[in-house]
């Protein structure tokens, strides 16, 4: 089962090259499950016993479904569509040498940059092109080997295996191709997308490592594809939204865009689009601001969004007494400064549903010398403020293009996503809640 879930994430990885194709990726899923797309823009319609999504910049989805009895709170799962990356500029072509075109690009978010090095990349986005009146988005995704960065000799910089600062804009630069690729770049991108190039005015695109996912191993216990974080939450709050048979309190299948680079966007964490559509769906189901409130009062989110397990050759670097491991369960990720939102409350919560779901579940904390990242739960809780515990599988070589994970984490996630979305948590009265 765990292998077959593997396989299942590879496609949708390989299917989601960017953000925008994830969104599209999970918008196929959802049709096809009968999910009825709703418009920022439009007025909603929602019934008791419907099941609705809506996208917002083509990046971020939110889904749902309503009770056929009346709901007492909400389940969120919230992930991520994006990875680090690198964003293709305008105007991006640069002639080398009167032999060489390279792309002028800019780092999104932050990777490790040494493993971009040597591999065949390509590159996916959207479009926004002029039909008639309109303006129309359109995925791109040129999809073959077209670009690589790389490397420089060993013997013309002997030093390089003891540390290289790079610099993006001379070092991190992909080749595309010799002097006849001049002037051709849009070309390519608009045959890909199947439009006139004079017809595309605006882009948004991005690089992606090509290489497919693996699974290996002495027992096959590991795998390694790019863009684990965070498509790995994605793939398991989807699966799991979508198994979850219905409970007393609405499901929410949450992936915002953005977080890679602090969510300070439309799209992002930091934004209203969860607030507008949590508060849009009691609107339309005839709740007051009071109810609202007191729905989310009985409501959790799980902030799902992958974090580090033990290196074998840098174990120093981990917490002395919280130390995950690969396929050891989800992680529950606590941090003092609040990076990651998890109070005992909330932890308490989601280790009862781990129990119920009979899923392993293990503790995460950065070693107190070691400066952490943060996430979506914490950014989030600005505009929708409820009880989040942030949890993740345990991945080795976090912000590489090819990441590595535990084999049986994602089938442990996804069994925890079932159950979660399944159960609704109540505050009965001060102090005492119940989960079932």
């Not at 990885?13 to 009825?36: D, Q, V």
């Not at 392993?360 to 515990?389: E, F, K, R």
Request: net charge negative; glycine share 8%; aromatic share 10%.
């Amino acid at each position: 089962m765990s292998e077959k879930l593997a396989g299942e994430l590879f496609a949708f990885i390989k299917n989601s090259p960017s953000s925008f194709h994830a969104a599209e990726t999970m918008r196929k899923e959802l049709e096809s499950c009968g999910y009825e797309q709703l418009l920022e823009s439009r007025d909603w319609n929602l019934k008791a016993g419907g099941k609705y999504y809506v996208i917002r910049n083509a990046s971020a989805l939110i889904a749902f479904r309503i009770p056929n009895k009346n709901f007492a709170g909400f389940q969120i799962m919230a992930s991520h569509s994006d990875s680090p990356t690198f964003k293709i500029k305008e105007n991006p072509e640069i002639e080398a040498e009167g032999h060489y075109v390279k792309l002028n690009v800019e780092k999104y978010g932050g990777m490790l940059c040494a493993p971009w090095f040597d591999r065949p990349l390509s590159v996916a986005g959207r479009l926004m092109v002029k039909e008639g009146n309109h303006i129309v988005s359109k995925l791109v995704n040129i999809d073959r080997d077209l670009l690589m960065i790389p490397n420089l000799a060993i013997h013309m910089n002997r030093e390089a295996n003891d540390g290289i600062k790079y610099h993006a804009q001379k070092d991190m630069l992909p080749l595309y191709g010799d002097e006849t690729a001049k002037g051709s770049f849009m070309e390519q991108i608009a045959e890909a997308a199947g439009v006139d190039r004079q017809n595309i005015i605006g882009k948004d695109l991005f690089l992606y490592n090509r290489m497919p996912g693996s699974i290996w191993g002495a027992n096959n216990e590991y795998m390694s594809v790019g863009k684990l974080d965070d498509l790995q939450c994605a793939f398991a709050s989807l699966k799991g939204f979508l198994q979850a048979e219905e409970g007393e309190s609405i499901p929410v299948h949450c992936v915002l865009d953005n977080e890679e680079v602090g969510s300070g966007t439309r799209q992002g964490a930091a934004s209203t689009f969860l607030y507008d559509t949590l508060a849009g769906i009691c609107e339309c189901m005839g709740k007051t601001q009071q109810q609202y409130r007191r729905l989310i009062a009985s409501s959790l989110m799980l902030s799902a969004d992958n974090g580090h397990g033990v290196h074998p050759n840098y174990s120093e670097k981990a917490c002395p007494t919280n130390r995950p491991y690969l396929n050891g369960g989800i992680m529950i990720k606590y941090s003092a400064n609040q990076k990651y939102t998890t109070d005992g409350l909330a932890a308490a919560m989601f280790k009862e549903i781990c129990s119920q779901a009979e899923v392993p579940y293990q503790i995460y904390l950065n070693h107190s010398d070691v400066l952490g990242g943060s996430t979506l739960g914490n950014i989030s809780g600005t505009q929708v403020a409820l009880n989040t515990v942030d949890i993740g599988t345990a991945l080795l070589a976090m912000h590489s293009p090819y990441e590595t994970g535990g084999v049986k984490d994602t089938e442990y996630l996804v069994r925890a996503a079932r159950k979660f979305f399944e159960v609704s948590v109540t505050e009965e009265s001060y102090g005492v809640y119940t989960v079932k």
